[in-house]
């Protein structure tokens, strides 16, 4: 045999090495749990004593025995839903959502689906960036807590589903001023009436609806669209008589020998219509 052909061989005989290691590396990890006979109940009593001493990564992986080797046992459920909430504490925010995810799935009717619901949602919450940037997580922290409150109004976790969505649907009002800002700076004024439209439209009830007005009386303004301008410092006018956004409103409308005067028949009308502020 030539030092070539030996050389080549112990090449061959390198990599199949390596080879048969990765491939018992990764039947280790598939079959990590096999051939474990504990029952599901001992497990399942084993990760609430790690859970209670803190030791929450060794909890899950009781949790997770479970999931693995007892998947229809009645501690399966009990498991999946332990798995979501110490995902959730650890800040393992996209597998905390995986968990609560299949657990409604799988157990639509359960008395933890509420609270698979809130894992859901505080999981999308806590993952809310500032104003200036995606608002993604917002919107699905949104769906989450606005399904929780739907499906179970009188749960334990109903009333903190419902100030978080007041504060998605001020996160989100908050997202469309900033870009109807930006295009009215630029005096892009039919852009910027848009966004302020979202906000007049779809969330009366936040703290930016005072500016929103405002804006759309500037914007209709610059515009030369006085009837939607007047009518935007009347509507204005009428719920915040002593906001400093309305005598901005009413100052700006005299420079040109206007004043606030509501047209029953404006879109900005009837967005209040039954609305209560």
Same mark, same amino acid.
């Given at each position: 045999m030539t030092f070539r052909t030996?050389?080549?061989?112990?090449?061959? %005989?390198? +990599?199949? =090495?390596? $080879? #048969?290691?990765?491939?018992?590396? /990764?039947?280790?990890? @598939? !079959?990590?749990?096999?051939?474990?006979?504990?029952?599901?109940?001992?497990?399942?009593?084993?990760?609430?004593?790690?859970?209670?001493?803190?030791?929450?990564?060794d909890a899950r992986t009781k949790f997770e025995q479970i999931d693995k080797q007892h998947p229809y046992s009645e501690y399966s459920r009990k498991a999946l839903i332990n798995l979501a909430y110490l995902n959730y504490s650890q800040g393992k925010y996209a597998e905390a959502i995986t968990s609560a995810k299949r657990f409604t799935t799988l157990y639509p009717g359960s008395e933890d689906s509420a609270y698979a619901l809130y894992i859901i949602g505080q999981s999308y919450n806590k993952q809310i960036p500032d104003v200036t940037r995606d608002q993604?997580?917002?919107?699905?922290? %949104?769906? +989450?807590? =606005?399904? $929780? #409150?739907?499906?179970?109004?009188? /749960?334990?976790?109903? @009333? !903190?589903?419902?100030?978080?969505?007041?504060?998605?649907?001020?996160?989100?009002?908050?997202?469309?001023?900033?870009?109807?800002?930006?295009?009215?700076?630029?005096?892009?004024?039919?852009?910027?009436?848009?966004?302020?439209?979202?906000?007049?439209?779809?969330?009366?009830?936040?703290?930016?609806?005072?500016?929103?007005?405002?804006?759309?009386?500037?914007?209709?303004?610059?515009?030369?669209?006085?009837?939607?301008?007047q009518t935007a410092a009347a509507v204005l006018g009428h719920n915040f008589p002593d906001s400093q956004w309305y005598k901005d409103a009413y100052s700006l409308l005299k420079t040109g020998g206007h004043s606030p005067s509501e047209d029953s028949g404006s879109w900005i009308s009837r967005a209040f219509e039954g609305i209560s502020l």
């Open positions: 030996r050389r080549g061989s112990r090449v061959a %005989l390198v +990599a199949l =090495s390596a $080879l #048969v290691l990765s491939a018992c590396s /990764s039947t280790k990890d @598939e !079959d990590e749990f096999v051939g474990d006979t504990t029952p599901p109940a001992v497990l399942f009593n084993e990760g609430l004593a790690l859970r209670q001493e803190g030791r929450l990564t993604e997580m917002t919107q699905r922290s %949104l769906a +989450a807590f =606005s399904e $929780l #409150v739907q499906r179970y109004p009188d /749960s334990e976790y109903a @009333e !903190d589903a419902r100030a978080k969505i007041r504060v998605a649907h001020d996160q989100l009002a908050g997202k469309e001023m900033e870009v109807g800002r930006y295009y009215l700076k630029r005096r892009q004024y039919i852009a910027a009436i848009n966004r302020f439209k979202v906000v007049v439209t779809n969330y009366q009830t936040t703290r930016h609806i005072e500016e929103a007005l405002y804006r759309l009386t500037e914007a209709y303004y610059a515009l030369g669209v006085i009837n939607e301008a």
